[in-house]
């Protein structure tokens, strides 16, 4: 029987490229995001991904998106928590109150909110799993990005208690966390702090790497492997963990 497979933030970036790798492995999907014109034109480009358009942190969208999942999918599988949003760039006696609290909304409450629904269908499946997208924030403090790097450690004991509670159930949870993930989004990263610094952005680059034993930004592609391994039937007794994909790097900053 093909896995069942709920991802967050499931439109683009990370979340797209796990999406793809389950259906590669024969895997039905179901993503939810926020972007409407990205879950339009990712179902309709690839049958096996079906998708809903909502928040992860208003409890209405979540209706809709379990309504949709039931109907859908008809049970779950594998759960994938991806949704996040980074807020403010700030040091923390001038980090906005406001940001702050919009952060907490989404990248915990959302996250515990979704899990919280998808547990009674995960308890149903066979062989459940439940995927924490951290970050290496979540392993390092991160200088004027308090309210992320907050909650990426927080998902860390989140996960950590998940596994504790559904173990006897066979549910696994797990914790990935991405480092300098390649791509358009970082690019734009490097261009903002070429301008905040006056370096090039190529010197930039060259910082960021020197941050890494292993001199390679992280392919998308690669943590969505990580992902459907840790979903698979190899790790079955894998969990409770944090897993690092970063090159090795020595700080979040």
């Given at each position: 029987?093909?896995?069942?497979?709920?991802?967050?933030?499931?439109?683009?970036?990370?979340?797209?490229?796990?999406?793809?790798?389950?259906?590669?492995?024969?895997?039905?999907?179901?993503?939810?995001?926020?972007?409407?014109?990205?879950?339009?034109?990712?179902?309709?480009?690839?049958?096996?991904?079906?998708?809903?358009?909502?928040?992860?942190?208003?409890?209405?969208?979540?209706?809709?998106?379990?309504?949709?999942?039931?109907?859908?999918?008809?049970?779950?599988?594998?759960?994938?928590?991806?949704?996040?949003i980074a807020g403010a760039t700030a040091p923390v006696a001038d980090?906005?109150?406001?940001?702050?609290?919009?952060?907490?909304?989404?990248?915990?409450?959302?996250?515990?909110?979704?899990?919280?629904?998808?547990?009674?269908?995960?308890?149903q499946s066979a062989a459940g799993s439940i995927i924490v997208m951290?970050?290496?924030?979540?392993?390092?403090?991160?200088?004027?990005?308090?309210?992320?790097?907050?909650?990426?450690?927080?998902?860390?004991?989140?996960?950590?208690?998940?596994?504790?509670?559904?173990?006897?159930?066979?549910?696994?949870?797990?914790?990935?966390?991405?480092?300098?993930?390649?791509?358009?989004?970082?690019?734009?990263?490097?261009?903002?702090?070429?301008?905040?610094?006056?370096?090039?952005?190529?010197?930039?680059?060259?910082?960021?790497?020197?941050?890494?034993?292993?001199?390679?930004?992280?392919?998308?592609?690669?943590?969505?492997?990580?992902?459907?391994?840790?979903?698979?039937?190899?790790?079955?007794?894998?969990?409770?963990?944090?897993?690092?994909?970063?090159?090795?790097?020595?700080?979040?900053?």
């Amino acid at each position: 029987m093909s896995q069942r497979v709920l991802i967050t933030a499931g439109a683009g970036g990370i979340g797209l490229a796990i999406a793809k790798a389950f259906v590669a492995r024969g895997a039905r999907v179901h993503i939810a995001d926020v972007n409407a014109q990205a879950v339009e034109e990712i179902t309709r480009q690839t049958p096996a991904i079906t998708g809903t358009v909502g928040d992860v942190s208003k409890p209405a969208d979540l209706d809709k998106l379990f309504a949709d999942v039931a109907q859908k999918l008809g049970g779950l599988d594998v759960l994938v928590n991806n949704a996040g949003i980074a807020g403010a760039t700030a040091p923390v006696a001038d980090y906005p109150v406001d940001t702050w609290n919009a952060v907490i909304n989404v990248n915990l409450n959302g996250t515990f909110m979704v899990t919280q629904r998808a547990i009674p269908l995960l308890k149903q499946s066979a062989a459940g799993s439940i995927i924490v997208m951290s970050s290496l924030a979540g392993r390092f403090g991160y200088p004027n990005r308090v309210a992320y790097s907050t909650t990426k450690w927080g998902l860390v004991g989140f996960a950590k208690t998940l596994s504790m509670e559904l173990g006897p159930f066979g549910i696994t949870t797990n914790t990935i966390h991405p480092g300098a993930v390649d791509g358009p989004r970082l690019q734009s990263v490097f261009e903002g702090r070429a301008k905040l610094s006056g370096r090039t952005v190529q010197e930039e680059i060259d910082a960021a790497l020197a941050n890494q034993s292993v001199k390679k930004f992280i392919d998308p592609a690669d943590i969505a492997e990580l992902a459907v391994f840790l979903a698979g039937p190899h790790a079955r007794t894998i969990s409770g963990q944090m897993f690092p994909i970063d090159g090795d790097s020595k700080s979040a900053s």
